[in-house]
Nanobody, 122 residues
Framework: QVRLVESGGGLVQTGDSLRLSCVAS????????MGWHRQAPGKDREFVAA????????RYSDSVQGRFALSRDSGKNTVYLQMDNLRPEDTAVYYC???????????????WGQGTQVTVSS
């Protein structure tokens, strides 16, 4: 099992940028994919982005494609979610997630962080 700790959430305005970080610890010998899910008020959790163990493959939800970018520093067991051109509909609790591969992460993550709040005001 991998322990995940997020940081970087906050309150921003429409059009602003924000970067989330997630550090993995525990059984990090790999391979495992990392990424993010989010949950808006009154809605189900949804997939946001995933990156492979090597960082060579990424996938994004349609709603964030072109605005969010996920990167990975394997030496630090850390992933970064750069969020640009934020919109009010991006307001949610963002959870760092991990799974065996990116496909598994998108559908059924194995590990979850505690979440960090992102609020985008209009």
């Amino acid at each position: 099992q991998v322990r995940l700790v997020e940081s970087g959430g906050g309150l921003v305005q429409t059009g602003d940028s924000l970067r989330l970080s997630c550090v993995a610890s525990g059984r990090t010998s790999g391979p495992y994919a990392m990424g993010w899910h989010r949950q808006a008020p009154g809605k189900d959790r949804e997939f946001v982005a995933a990156i492979s163990w090597t960082g060579g493959m990424t996938r994004y939800s349609d709603s964030v494609q072109g605005r969010f970018a996920l990167s990975r520093d394997s030496g630090k067991n850390t992933v970064y979610l750069q969020m640009d051109n934020l919109r009010p509909e991006d307001t949610a609790v963002y959870y760092c997630t991990a799974a065996t591969n990116t496909a598994a992460l998108a559908s059924a993550p194995r590990d979850w962080g505690q979440g960090t709040q992102v609020t985008v005001s209009s």
